[in-house]
């Protein structure tokens, strides 16, 4: 289906499935048990969800297929989001205009930067990414502040143009007059789901990006990216430039990083600067790496894991530590509170930065590396002969380049 | 003319802490060929040295004085520092006052042991993987160690004053024959620069004329050669990433009183120590001293109202934007070797 062969005609509609159901699946625990903070199907994490997502499989055509490890992608999100708002403030709440325009200025934005930035590889490449987006961002800051309007932030005011927006009409995103912030709530039993358009809108979108990276994925232009990353000079050597595949990844992940600030700004019509800052480029590498870097689950996973944790991590604070172990003795339980303390809540980062390093060292292959894992386990203790025969399934890359 | 010295001298206090960190960086590059993502955590470790021997030494007792009263008309309560009850209110006091110059005792052997900690338990394994990993494992490190920092000492930057007799500033135009105002040059920024300078100077003379360096520098050219020669290179470069740690961490504890430190000064600073380092050529020494400090003043240059009326905003790129064009231009630096990292 789709130019796609069974087995990724099979994966795909998984994928189609698990999205379109998140807002069920994500909220496995009644309302009134103890366990509802643990429930994640509130609209606006789910759309981060798919940002997220959408941003990291972009991430990871660069990353994953080539290895060219990008240190400012955040900046591309960042013009994506200002490209969005302005088409608010210029034409109407219909986020559909900002959204190609998002894609359109990231990519320009991301052919100028890549067209630079390629001529070098290894961490030359990346500190010429990390220095295209802190010049970004300073100047978002400072000399741009027209455009960007500094440290506030760009938000849509009343007195803006809005040509497109008809007398009456919806004063908050929308696609064609459904807006984004409406949701269906059911309540089953003691369950309640939250059906809301704007995680929707983001979920088809992102079904698209994967489909799209899936296709790339198995096009002969992906196995192309594939070869730089496993010997570039090889590739010169058979006297192919490598330079215009490198670059095509470069922008195309730059239009997905585009689109997911459109995205994140049709959610909520702000912009600020600080979505440029290279601590964000930083938060989805972590995502990629930690996911899965080439694999094409990996990055959706890792922004999926590193969200939810992220929101439920910073809910925890000393009174449910202490709800949680209250079965043990007094002298046991503060201890263990005392313990657990600086990783949760506030410290949610540091957890964070240790688990990067425990996937960095230990687990290359990342989140999809453990499930691949954990299935040859079983397969074998089931019997079956597997297929892990080193002489037919060559063994998987390492996941980063030189 | 004194306009531009006063930029010339404004840029060297930055321009010192650029040439520690990227010496440090440069060192650990040269020797283990690993890029440390981490050296700006290091400086901040430093930096923080300072506040916890701060700590240490403000460290008080509380007494209750019946001759006074506060302004409810209890005994006043008296906060005295255990320094000061050793070694009678003149010494302690002068002690507390000399706390920031002091941690440099105190984090040398901190830093070192911190720097070998880190060698040993987690860098070593990463000499034979790509330099993107090593990144990434070290960017992460740098995570674990901010958090840290910041669990223990909140998120506000702390104020850790220079000495009393540093605080004030050195009219240095009259030196020169200007007119007095014009060029003020703060005391401790005097320190700073020539601290970073007998710093810098150190590491030079030890890697040029010890034994110890001399054979650092032959494993820096070649190691396996020097591997053959049944010379343990590995505990040497050990020996010279304790060092690298040490010097960001005397570059931090001395920055402490010019920036209030706080968590996330290592990151600020890294991201241009990189740039500096590139700039100057990775693997090169004096590279990356003379790209710190041209960087520093380049930067201070910039932030003169005269450029900044012409090329708006341009302070705050200059940096990035000298690097890029070193980069496209030059690829190996100002000085760096010819075939080293040059793709």
Same mark, same amino acid.
């Given at each position: ?28 625990? @009644? ?45 591309f ?126 979920a ?41 595949? =490198? ?40 995502? =990629? ?9 990996? @990055? ?19 009174n449910?530590? +202490?709800?949680w ?12 509170? =005392?313990?657990? +303390? ?10 964070l ?6 996937v ?18 079983? =397969?074998?203790?089931?019997?079956t ?6 002489? +037919?399934?060559?063994k998987?890359?390492? +996941?980063?380049?030189? | ?40 955590a ?12 701060? %700590? ?8 209750v004085d ?5 302004f ?47 060698? %040993? ?15 990434l ?98 505990? %040497? ?14 570059a ?11 968590y ?72 760096? %070797? ?6």
């Open positions: 289906m789709a130019g796609l062969d069974a087995r990724d005609t099979r994966f795909l509609l998984i994928v189609v499935a698990l999205t379109l159901f998140t807002p069920i699946l994500l909220q496995p625990f @009644p309302e009134s048990s103890s366990l509802a903070q643990f429930n994640a199907g509130y609209p606006d994490l789910m759309q981060r969800f798919a940002i997220f997502g959408i941003f990291a499989i972009g991430f990871n055509i660069l990353f994953g297929l080539t290895g060219y490890l990008s240190f400012g992608h955040a900046a999100l960042g013009v994506g989001s200002y490209a969005t708002v302005w088409m608010f403030k210029l034409l109407s709440y219909n986020v559909l205009p900002g959204l190609i325009l998002a894609v359109i200025t990231s990519g320009l934005f991301a052919l100028l930067i890549g067209y630079i930035s390629l001529r070098r590889s290894g961490i030359y490449f990346s500190i010429l990414t990390l220095a295209f987006a802190q010049m970004s961002f300073n100047l978002a800051y400072s000399v741009l502040t027209p455009i960007t309007n500094g440290e506030t932030g760009l938000q849509v005011y009343t007195d803006d143009p809005q040509y497109l927006l008809a007398e009456g009409g919806l004063t908050t995103t929308h696609i064609f007059g459904l807006a984004m912030n409406k949701s269906l709530v059911a309540p089953v039993g003691g369950w309640e789901f939250t059906f809301n358009v704007g995680y929707y809108f983001c088809v979108i992102a079904i698209a990006a994967f489909y799209l990276s899936l296709r790339i994925f198995r096009s002969p232009f992906g196995m192309m990216l594939r070869a730089v990353k496993s010997n570039q000079q090889r590739m010169s050597y058979t006297g192919l430039n490598t330079r215009p595949y =490198t670059l095509a990844a470069f922008v195309i992940s730059g239009m997905y990083a585009g689109l997911a600030g459109g995205l994140m700004a049709s959610m909520d019509p702000l912009a600020g600067a600080e979505r440029m800052q290279w601590t964000a480029s930083g938060e989805v590498v972590l995502m =990629t790496i930690l996911g899965g870097a080439g694999t094409l689950m990996g @990055p959706v996973l890792g922004a999926g894991f590193i969200k939810y944790f992220e929101n439920i991590f910073s809910k925890i604070n000393d449910v530590l +202490h709800g172990f209250a079965f043990l003795p007094d002298g046991l339980e503060d201890l263990l509170v =005392t313990i657990v +303390h600086p990783f949760v809540g506030k410290g949610w980062h540091l957890t930065g240790l688990l990067f390093m425990l960095v060292i230990f687990l290359p292959g990342g989140l999809v590396e453990v499930g691949q894992r954990l299935r040859r386990l079983f =397969t074998r203790r089931g019997g002969p597997d297929a892990a025969d080193p002489r +037919h399934a060559p998987s890359a390492p +996941h980063v380049a030189e | 003319m004194d306009a531009i010295l006063l930029q010339i001298l404004n840029g060297l206090d930055k321009g010192s802490a650029y040439a520690l960190i990227a010496l440090g960086l440069t060192l650990i590059f040269g020797t283990l060929g690993v890029v440390n993502f981490a050296h700006g290091l400086f901040m470790l430093g930096a923080f040295c300072a506040v916890t021997l701060q %700590r240490i030494l403000t460290f008080s007792f509380e007494t019946d001759s006074r009263t506060d409810l008309g209890n005994p006043l309560k008296v906060e005295t520092p255990y320094v000061e009850a050793w070694f009678g209110p003149q010494t302690g006091g002068a002690i507390i006052d000399w706390s920031v110059p002091l941690a440099i005792l105190f984090a040398i052997p901190v830093m070192i042991s911190i720097g070998f900690a880190m060698e %040993r338990g987690l860098i070593r394994h990463f000499y034979k993987r790509p330099h993107a990993d090593q990144i494992v070290t960017f992460g490190l740098a995570i674990v160690l901010q958090e840290i920092v910041k669990y223990f000492f909140g998120a506000n930057p702390i104020p850790t004053p220079a000495p009393e007799s540093f605080r004030g500033a050195l009219d240095f135009g009259i030196l020169l024959g200007f007119d007095p105002n014009v060029i003020i040059y703060p005391y401790w920024r005097l320190v700073y620069f020539l601290f970073a300078m007998t710093i810098i100077g150190g590491v030079f003379a030890f890697l040029r004329y010890t034994t110890f360096g001399m054979v650092v520098r032959a494993g820096m050219a070649d190691r396996e050669t020097v591997g053959l020669l049944g010379i343990d290179i590995d505990r %040497r470069f050990t020996v010279m990433f304790g060092i690298a740690a040490a010097v960001a961490g005397l931090g504890v001395m920055y402490t009183p010019i920036n209030a430190p706080n996330h000064m290592g990151m600020d600073f890294l991201v241009l120590s990189f740039v500096v380092v590139v700039v100057g050529g990775m693997g090169s020494l004096p590279g990356a001293v003379l790209a710190g400090f041209l960087l520093g003043i380049l930067e201070s240059f910039a932030s003169m109202n005269e450029v900044k009326a012409i090329l708006p905003g341009i302070d705050q790129i200059i940096i990035y934007l000298v690097a890029i064009i070193i980069l496209l231009t030059r690829p190996r630096g100002l000085m760096g %070797r010819r075939g080293v990292m040059e793709e």
